[in-house]
């Protein structure tokens, strides 16, 4: 009877270290599945066009480009006569990108023009007027490039229908109505760039943490798309 007691005494014992056993087991396992903030962090993809550095000319701090009217620094510019697009890169002085726009010609927002560091060809600021009256100037002068290089590296183009963008970027963290144009704004706040198909100096941003992208709709359609690698206040 002793004995039978001792057991009955000792089973319950058994049971809880069993069970406490497998606990710590199973915390182990999960300590193992924990993940670093940075292996948290959705991957972003850094987006931009095919154009290669080679196509921007020896690196400089000063690369003025010049139309009738206008002055623009540090920028390089590409057309498509049969696209009827442009492209337009501001620099560093090593050719990486701070911000790259892709334009269809007959069909772009004049506000980028109107914010850009534009001067006169005597290099004075241009005034507001002059930057709007002129800016497809820079359409015209730029250099003329096959059309396989206005497809951006996540394939986007001219005239993609919006639906394709909040596919690939989501919900946008803005949208305004901008003199006709549906202006999406995304700004993947603490999203991880990484490599694909871009250079790797192209991914030294600023913050090196984001890029921000604007994209303007007309009838559903991409008529501008703004790659910003400089962190900005919401667009």
């Keep these: 009877m002793r004995k039978i007691s001792i057991t ?6 058994l049971f ?21 903030p940075e292996e948290l962090v959705k991957p972003f993809f850094a987006d ?6 080679k196509m921007f000319g020896k690196p400089t701090s000063n690369r003025p480009v010049t139309t009738a009217h206008l002055r623009s620094e540090n920028t390089a510019w590409f057309t498509n006569d049969s696209l009827k697009q442009t492209l337009m890169f501001v ?16 069909n772009a927002p004049s506000e980028v023009f109107s914010n850009m560091d534009l001067s006169d060809n005597n290099n004075y600021p241009a005034s507001k007027e002059d930057r709007l009256l002129y800016f497809k100037e820079f359409f015209v002068s730029a250099k003329k490039i096959d059309d396989k290089f206005f497809t951006s590296n996540m394939g986007f183009k001219i005239g993609d229908l919006k639906a394709k963008a909040i596919k690939r970027y989501g919900k946008p963290d803005s949208i305004k109505t901008v003199e ?14 990484t490599r694909q198909n871009v250079p790797e100096k192209d991914l030294l941003l600023i913050d ?28």
């Design 91 to 106: 620099l560093f002085s090593d050719n990486s990108r701070i911000v790259t726009a892709c334009f269809d010609n007959g």
């Design 180 to 193: 006709g144009f549906e202006k999406y704004y995304w700004n993947p706040a603490g999203a991880q760039i």
């Design 48 to 53: 931009n066009y095919p154009v290669t550095e």
């Design 8 to 13: 009955l005494i000792l089973l319950p014992i």
């Design 208 to 235: 090196e943490k984001k890029q921000f992208i604007t994209m303007y709709f007309k009838n559903n359609k991409l008529a501008t798309m703004i790659l910003d690698n400089a962190p900005r206040a919401i667009q």
């Design 16 to 36: 809880f270290s069993c069970q406490q056993q497998k606990k710590d087991d199973d915390v182990a396992i999960n300590d193992e599945d924990i993940k670093s």
